[in-house]
Each structure stands twice: as C-alpha cells, then as structure tokens.
C-alpha cells in the first residue's frame, strides 16, 4: 500500500512571498488533515477534510493560509503571504474515517519551509 | 483544551532498558494514540486504547490508559537504538477532533 505522498519535501522562500504544498492521501482514505509542526513542538491541525469537505478548520489563518481538496482526493496547503513564524513542517496525514471514531492516521514525510 | 502532555520531555536510557512516558490530559476522550516520530520524518501510529479500554499490548509495547485519571502511560520493554525518537501522544474527542501533546524526546544509548 502506498503511504502518503508530499512534495515538495524543502522549500526556502522569502516572507511576503507565496508557497504551496501537495499532499496525495492514500488511497480511499476519505479523511485528510493538514497539521503544522514548529520545531520541538508536537503537530497542531490547521485543517481536517472529509472527502472534500471543511470539517474543522478552526486553528487555519484564514488571513493567509488556504487549503482545498478537489474531488476528495489530492489536496493542497497554500500559504500567501508569508512570515517568518511560519517557519515549520507540514504535515499531511489521511485515515479511513476520522481519528475521533478509533482509526489511526497515515503521515507523509512533510514539507519543510523556511521562510527568510 | 483536551491537549494531552507527555512526561518527561526528554528521556535517555541504556539499550536493553525498559522506559515509561506518560501522557495527561484535560478533557473526556474516546480515543488515546501514540505515535513516533523519527528526527525528520513523518509520524508513525504505534498503538490506539479506547475510552473503555484499560490495557493494550502490541510487541515491546504496553499501553494503559486511566480515564479517572485522565492519564496514559506507554512503556516500552528491552530499549534499541532504533527506538530512539520523538513519542507523542494524541487524545481524539467524539467530535473527530485529535490533538497532539508536545511530546517525549527519548533516547536509547548503545
């Protein structure tokens, strides 16, 4: 079974520019999350889908941050204009049903920016 | 919040050695998780308990779950190399909901 498939995998980019992250789930997982992980902390979601539907999008800076999902499979993170404390990891994870309902959840390996 | 919190945030042991972290939280849950990051990777789920669940074994680990307590401790027996990581745990609410504890750093030394 493929796993969860980001890209691109490092992205450097100076603050007030824009950047944007894929992420293709795995397949039929109808639950997708966007989370951020800010070094030596723990992920915090800024987004859940569910097949191409918002669930929760209640921690995502909707100033600057977007995210959608077309036809509930890919999905793509976009983040316009940039600062310097969005210096993190993305994360992309997808699961059968959402996590709440007692499945695990499948990570990608993540997109690390840095903005400069 | 429902945000679980590991302890301790780091931890070094001997390989072969058996290591405890433990996981509070704040609000009622119908699931706990436990993942493992390695330094510059993705995360891997490594064991769920449910809300009326009190014990789950799975290899070297053991996973407990006390919701009296609202606490969770994740054990993990006879310590490698490779279990050298970042373990954090994930309590989800019945709204779907799943949030992420700081995490344990722990390392294993040859």
């Known amino acids: 079974e493929a796993g969860v498939a980001q890209s691109p995998r490092y992205k450097i980019i100076e603050k007030r520019q824009s950047v944007a992250f894929w992420c293709n789930p795995i397949s039929g997982h109808a639950t997708l999350y966007w989370y951020q992980q800010i070094l030596g902390q723990g992920p915090k979601l800024l987004i859940q889908f569910q097949n191409n539907g918002v669930v929760d999008d209640s921690q995502l800076p909707k100033d600057r941050f977007s995210a959608e999902r077309l036809k509930g499979v890919d999905s793509t993170l976009k983040i316009q204009p940039a600062k310097l404390e969005d210096s993190a990891v993305y994360l992309c994870a997808s699961s059968k049903v959402p996590i709440g309902r007692g499945n695990e959840a499948f990570f990608g390996q993540g997109t690390r920016l840095t903005v400069v | 919040s429902q945000q679980g919190e590991e302890d301790p945030q780091a931890l070094s042991i001997q390989e072969g050695e058996n290591a405890t972290m433990n996981c509070s939280y704040k609000?009622?849950?119908?699931?706990l998780q436990w993942y493992r990051q390695n330094s510059g990777r993705g995360l891997v789920h490594l064991i769920l308990?449910?809300?009326?669940?009190r014990e789950k074994h799975s290899g070297r680990l053991r996973v407990t779950l006390d919701t009296s307590k609202k606490s969770s401790s994740l054990l993990i027996t006879a310590s490698r190399a490779a279990d050298t990581a970042s373990y954090f745990c994930a309590t989800a609410d019945s709204g779907q909901n799943c949030v992420f504890g700081p995490g344990t750093r722990w390392s294993v030394l040859p």
């Open positions: 308990i449910r809300s009326n669940e």
């Open positions: 609000t009622s849950i119908n699931n």
